[in-house]
């Protein structure tokens, strides 16, 4: 079965930390790039961060930028994102996905592959 899967989420507090991790089942994930969305309660989806295939280029959201950094391990097949500083409007599911790599928050397009997200909470 061709899958991501999300990994990493949880409660944590304002100010703290999470990495989360995204890896392929089935596929190799090193062929694509990879990308974070989120959808927060009662809002849209919005793109968070994504890195390109060989992990040269990458682009964050200007909601998260100087808090996030994303990454790949071509070894292990996974991609992370590390989330440092976090505020409670943080607070939503997040998907990875695999695809073509673009510029903007609108990446991957085409998206390829979803994940089932995996849930952040960011209070006290």
């Known amino acids: 079965q061709l899958q991501l899967v999300e990994s990493g989420g949880g409660l944590v507090q304002p100010g703290g930390s999470l990495r989360l991790s995204c890896a392929a089942s089935g596929f190799n994930l090193g062929g694509y790039a990879v990308g974070w969305f989120r959808q927060a309660p009662g809002k849209e989806r919005e793109g968070v961060s994504c890195?390109?295939?060989?992990?040269?280029?990458?682009h964050h959201a200007d909601l998260v930028k100087g808090r996030v950094t994303i990454s790949r391990d071509f070894a292990e097949r996974t991609v992370y994102l590390q989330m440092n500083n976090l505020k409670p409007e943080d607070t939503a599911i997040y998907y990875c996905?695999?695809?073509?790599?673009?510029?903007?928050?609108?990446?991957?397009?085409?998206?390829?592959?979803w994940g089932q997200g995996t849930q952040v909470t960011v209070s006290s």
């Open positions: 890195i390109s295939s060989d992990g040269t280029n990458t």
């Open positions: 996905a695999a695809g073509g790599f673009s510029w903007g928050d609108n990446c991957p397009s085409p998206v390829n592959y």
